[in-house]
């Protein structure tokens, strides 16, 4: 059974940080691309970023330079870095895991970020 577990989120105060960790379990596939998506409030889900298991990056381009995408591809694992965090920030942040062979995709259920200002 396939199962992404986020953890990591919580209440933070404007400029500060928090590191978010996924961790899937259940999955062989060794061509994948991992990432991070967040929707807000009243909005629709947005990318934040990806990492593809030959560790290629790709951010949203308003977060580039304060978020960070990491993996650890033995514990099957996405960190997501996030610094200088501003109350527009405040969502629940997904994790996603694509299997880029046959696009199968799985996602985790998200982890509330609270950013104050």
């Known amino acids: 059974q396939v199962q992404l577990v986020e953890s990591g989120g919580g209440l933070v105060q404007a400029g500060g940080s928090l590191r978010l960790s996924c961790a899937v379990s259940g999955i062989l596939y060794s061509n994948n691309r991992m990432g991070w998506y967040r929707q807000a409030p009243g909005k629709q889900r947005e990318l934040v970023a990806t990492i593809t298991s030959g560790g290629t990056t790709n951010y949203a381009d308003s977060l580039k330079g304060r978020f960070t995408i990491s993996r650890d591809n033995v514990k099957i694992t996405v960190y997501l870095q996030m610094n200088s965090l501003q109350p527009e920030g405040t969502a629940v942040y997904y994790c996603?895991?694509?299997?880029?062979?046959?696009?199968?995709?799985?996602w985790g259920k998200g982890t509330l970020v609270t950013v104050s200002s």
């Open positions: 996603r895991f694509a299997n880029l062979g046959d696009g199968r995709e799985y």
